[in-house]
């Protein structure tokens, strides 16, 4: 079941931002006994590089990333941890 919600997740977010980079764990078992976690809902890191969070503060990226996994937030997903960004230009070339 957590395999099909981590590939939900990157479905979703490949479609929405076309990253450079993205991962997806599982944090779940980490939270066994959570009150969170009584109710199935999952805990998830998200590691996302993709140029729409150019010039995005925290906030914006992480809404960003909530609207695009929609009704998944309250269905299979109790707490998401996210590192969000664009990729690095070189300055130097």
Not at 22 to 29: G, N, P
Not at 44 to 51: L, T
Request: net charge negative; aromatic share 4%.
């Amino acid at each position: 079941m957590t395999d099909n919600r981590c590939s939900t997740i990157e479905a979703l977010l490949s479609a929405a931002f076309s990253p450079d980079e993205l991962l997806v764990k599982d944090q779940s078992h980490l939270h066994a006994g959570h009150a969170g976690a009584k109710d199935g809902r999952g805990h998830f890191e998200v590691h996302i590089v993709a140029e729409a969070f150019r010039d995005c503060s925290r906030i914006q990226c992480h809404r960003l990333i909530y609207n695009a996994l929609g009704q998944l937030m309250t269905t299979d997903i109790h707490a998401l941890s996210i590192r969000a960004s664009a990729k690095k230009t070189d300055l130097s070339a």
